[in-house]
């Protein structure tokens, strides 16, 4: 039953964060790059202020997988290294905290630009 409730509290919270963006879409002239780095800075602004690791701690993949968790990752790496090493952990720690992510993004979408040949559209 602990399972089958954290997957439901993932749910509710990733849908309920995805209908705020489609909200935004919806009502609002924002291109889809300044809808991504407002959820990405809402979610640093968040856990600057440690609300949004407590919102991960209770929904897990749900508040961790949308842009708003990579937000969260980059200032939670930043302060966790800053509090080790000072101001050279600060500027690097958030990188740090996110390399995984970030390489696998590259990796994977080099791996598709290979095997699907992407070419812009001619007009």
Excluded: R
């Amino acid at each position: 039953m602990d399972m089958f409730l954290m997957f439901v509290k993932a749910f509710v919270i990733g849908g309920a964060i995805c209908l705020i963006g489609q909200i935004i879409i919806n009502f609002t002239h924002l291109t889809n790059g300044k809808i991504l780095v407002l959820f990405l800075v809402i979610g640093a602004v968040l856990e600057a202020f440690g609300w949004y690791g407590k919102l991960v701690k209770f929904a897990g993949a749900g508040a961790s997988v949308p842009i708003s968790g990579f937000g969260y990752a980059l200032v939670h790496g930043a302060v966790q290294a800053a509090k080790q090493d000072g101001v050279y952990g600060a500027l690097s720690g958030g990188l740090a905290a996110c390399a995984m992510g970030v390489s696998i993004a590259i990796v994977s979408g080099y791996i598709v630009a290979v095997l699907f040949h992407p070419h812009t559209k001619k007009n």
